[in-house]
């Protein structure tokens, strides 16, 4: 089996990420594989080992991006591959979406790509199914378990979590897969896979070499705000009883019209 | 000179922090207050391969080199003292002596498994009436045919009543005219007909781990057992120390940065008078200490971990690291508890835990005082190191990665 994942490099979550003269920063923060990636590649490895075959893991990104990939080697991934050049610095999810088919074209035989349900720095959500339009493969988006995966018969039976609830929906592989929280916890990269990420040669390809075109995105962000700062008043009610407490909360939540 | 990690290292700090930080934060203080380990804490750190981290893959080990020990310690302490603990007798203390000083049959019995996970080991040289004082132990090991026996108590063990194996120091020769030449060591197996295991419990610190006591009553052991030569359980033993102490000296820093951490978080987020309190000059006063110990901590363990991987002697200098790191992690700790006020007198917020935690390590693995004898000792040129007949294998990356 034939497995892609697609992983991002983002500031940490626990990043103070402000806005500074109309762009983002979030200072010198390290950089982190986007957590919701990390599922991605969980799930990538346990479809490995439950049919054999390989997983390469993909970024879109500058130097930086190297440490996602790495950290997708060291959890177990096979083989990885950066595709960077300056064009794609801000790229927006459909430019990114056009790359990375491109890039799984090129891998070739690919029976399923991986992603994250979002990277949580651009919060759009919405590469994965890009990216499967534009392979013209099913989308199963938000999945939170995958129930059956045949290679041989080429089906897929996902577990989607949905506002309503769980929706079970079967597919043909190839597929783009987005994938949830529920779908497993991530594993720790092992010590030998540390080795052979600290070590692997990561080829780089342009756009060129995946045979796409390089296009101005259609989406940019000319210019940032932070949100307007709220004051804030704490103010502790208090009565000799609890009910006296409820009801002077009652009143007071009735006064300021937050009901 | 190059002062960075390598990518290995960073990759090796953040899965330990991972494990440390999301699988124990959340439960240490529960089993700190039971005075209890927590059952998962052995296996788990076994199935992620922490337990062999540093010892050649073709003894069942992870082939990573010393300086990732140390950064694993730091890790691993920084949430508890008690994890560090582990790797301290474990690995420093027992597992990287039977990579030392044994017979590569005794690496397959022993170490193998240890370094697997699959057996856990401790690491018995005080007693109850020696400590400092190590030639003068009771413990005795009486040569018989073409084994020994051996009888007494060694007390302050960390792992006692966890451990499969236990590296043991006792007397074979009460007439050696030096008493320290008068001492052997000896992997003894817990399971053994007359050894006796038990926990300490009321202990000030380290409260989330596992402290107890050995007795040996007419335990016998085959000759093949016996770590060394007989008589060298003296030399043996202050090699597990270098290394003992190394993973101490790594830990202890881990503690001054979670102090640090701690205090700077409390500092930005408490006001008084009209200010975060972390605007006070007395308050930055402390909060700059604790940078200076962290990070003199840290260049000295680190120091100590490189001169391993060259294999070079580090007594010396691993002292100097286990001494600073101790004492300045309980400075640090005091701080950051007076820096919280009256919250940091309690077990609501961590800092009262990581003093109790920290008091430990500045009397086991040689006392504070023991340790400025000893860099007193070198300055003055009263002491200097003789070579030993095994030396700590230098780390070789391709050797120790090597399957076979």
Known sequence: MKI???????????AKVVVENGQVTWGDAPLVINPWDEYAV?????QQEAHGGDVTVVSVGGEDAREALKHALAMGCGNAILISEPGLENADSLLTSRVLAAAIQKIGDVDVAFFGRQAIDGDVGVTAAQTARVLGWPSLTLVSEITEMDPGSKSVKVERSVEEGRQVVEGQLPAVISVMKDIGEPRYPSFMGIRKASRAEIPVWSTADIGTELVEPAVTWPELT?????????EIISGESPQETAAKLADKILEEKVL | MDFALSDEHRMVQEMVRGFAQKEVAPIIKEYDRKQQMADFILPRMAELGILGICIPVRYGGQGMDYISLGLACEELEAVDSTLRVVMSVHMGLNSLALLQWGTES????????QARGDKIACFGLTEPGVGSDVAAMTSTARRVGDGYIINGEKMWISLATKSDHALVVARTDPEAPDPHDGLSAFIVEIDRVGVSTGDIHGKLGVRAGSTGWIAFQDVEVPRENRLGEEGEGFKIAMSCLDNGRYTVAAGATGLIRASLKASVEYANDRRAFGREIGKFQLVQQKIAHMVKSYEAAKLLYLRAGWMKNQGMRNTQETSLA???????SFQAASEAIQIHGAYGY???????RYLRNAKGAIIYEGTSEIHQLMQAGYALEYRSDPQIRCELPAYDADDWQKSQ
Do not use: G
């Open chain 1, 42 to 46: 969980e799930t990538a490895l346990l």
């Open chain 2, 106 to 113: 005794q690496k397959e019995k022993f170490l193998i498994p």
């Open chain 2, 322 to 328: 286990k001494w600073f790191a101790t004492d300045e």
């Open chain 2, 346 to 352: 309690s077990d609501e917020y961590d800092v009262e």
């Open chain 1, 226 to 234: 932070n949100p307007p700062q709220q004051e804030v008043v704490t």
């Open chain 1, 4 to 14: 892609v994942v697609c992983v991002k490099q983002v500031p940490d979550t626990a």
